[in-house]
């Protein structure tokens, strides 16, 4: 299986390198691993200029032509993905942050949904729970399921025996959990869609409909879907997902856009 290790530091064998260095010896543990390492320091992107054509038009009309697709692709080709960042001042870099706002289109159009994520950050001491809250929020609506995050504490000086060996401990718990999602899916042993996951699928399919004269690339995404891929939709599920969804709009029925006919 293949794992796509997107690094976010600016510093090329850094902290945030070392760590996956180190995760990656876990799962030498397990047969059938290959790790593929994108330094977003060495990807030629772009910032993002705020004009919404990938999120409402598509993201062929980006105007800028750099290595977004070529990652993009990387990401599809790749069964997970670790996503790693070092904390600068309580929340991802620079270089991470440019990267999730140049893929704006993903949190609209999930691509990697039936994928696993495993979020990584290291930090002097401060920002760790809101720096991985924060990407696993992100790889969650890219469509992964993130099974395990680990954050890791590395400060500006030798580490005590107690810190390491604590580092090491988070460092293999998170392996293991991320090895076993995995293997679950490459097993098809988690093919049966939860009520949540379908009533936020629903709900963005809904809307798509609903604003498709503003948003023609998320209503082109959804029409033919019932659901981002094959899977076990329980009977239970889809009624009362539905039900849900109608009282759901109904009391948002003002944020809708406006009908001027």
């Known amino acids: ?3 796509l290790t997107i690094i ?3 510093r090329k064998k850094g902290n945030s390198y070392l ?5 990656e010896e876990e799962f030498k543990n397990h047969n059938d691993y290959e790790f593929e390492y994108l330094f977003l320091k060495d990807a030629h992107l772009e910032i993002c200029r705020g004009c919404f054509n990938c999120v409402s038009k598509g993201i062929d009309l980006c105007p800028l032509k750099d290595d977004r ?5 990387k990401m599809e080709k790749s069964d997970g993905l670790v996503l790693v960042s070092p904390v600068y001042v309580m929340n991802v870099s620079a270089l991470m942050k440019n990267f999730i706002d140049r893929v ?6 999930p691509a990697y949904h039936g994928k696993k ?15 991985l809250n924060y990407m ?10 993130v099974t395990s995050k680990c954050g890791l504490v590395t400060a500006p000086w030798p580490p005590t ?12 718990k998170s392996a293991l959990r991320f090895h076993e999602s995995l293997r679950s899916m490459k097993n098809n042993n988690d093919k049966k869609v939860s009520f949540k996951e379908y009533m936020g699928f629903l709900i963005f399919k809904n809307v798509s409909e609903n604003v498709k004269k503003y948003m023609p690339a998320d209503y082109d995404f959804y029409k033919n879907k019932d659901y981002y891929y094959p899977a076990k939709i329980g009977i239970i599920t889809k009624i009362g997902a539905r039900i849900i969804l109608k009282i759901l709009f109904f009391i948002m029925r003002d944020l809708g856009p406006r009908n001027d006919n």
């Open 117 to 131: 994520a495993l979020i990584l950050c290291t930090s002097g001491g401060s920002g760790i729970k809101e720096t």
């Open 136 to 145: 696993e929020m992100i790889a969650g609506a890219w469509g992964y399921k």
């Open 69 to 73: 697709k070529t990652i993009h692709e």
């Open 8 to 10: 976010g530091s600016p």
């Open 104 to 109: 704006a289109y993903l949190c609209h159009r």
């Open 19 to 23: 760590a996956v260095k180190e995760l």
């Open 1 to 3: 299986m293949k794992i």
């Open 161 to 172: 025996s107690s810190m390491e060996k604590k580092n090491t401990l988070n460092l293999e």
